[in-house]
């Protein structure tokens, strides 16, 4: 599986985007999707997921703010971001869980490459 992110640039504080992310190759059956944040010098952290198809959770820091989606018939996730501070600017990277290739037994998450968001004050 193959994850492409778009969608990163910069924005001054208080602005929105919108992150999306497509999925394609060899797709059996995504089950749950995520978005993680990396800033410049720190570890990756979660920031929103979408788990069991229909569940929904959020970082503590985004709640209220950010909107994770999914369209299913276009095997593409999105991360709708309001209100954006200069905590926010990270590399962003997003996620999704299925099938190991090979087995219809063991899962695994596959990563996209990130897309950049800056935040300006």
């Known amino acids: 599986v193959q994850l492409q992110a778009c969608g990163g640039g910069l924005v001054q504080t208080g602005g929105s985007l919108r992150l999306s992310c497509a999925a394609s190759?060899?797709?059996?059956?995504?089950?749950?999707v995520a978005w993680y944040r990396q800033a410049a010098g720190q570890e990756r952290e979660f920031v929103a997921a979408?788990?069991?198809?229909?569940?929904?959770n959020y970082a503590d820091s985004v709640k209220d703010r950010f909107t994770i989606s999914r369209d299913y018939a276009k095997n593409t996730l999105y991360l709708d971001m309001t209100g954006l501070e200069p905590e926010d600017t990270a590399v962003y990277y997003c996620?999704?869980?299925?099938?190991?290739?090979?087995?219809?037994?063991?899962?695994?998450?596959?990563w996209g490459q990130g897309t950049l968001v800056t935040v300006s004050s």
């Open positions: 996620g999704v869980n299925d099938y190991a290739p090979g087995s219809r037994v063991s899962t695994m998450w596959y």
């Open positions: 190759g060899n797709i059996v059956r995504i089950n749950s």
């Open positions: 979408i788990t069991s198809g229909v569940r929904t």
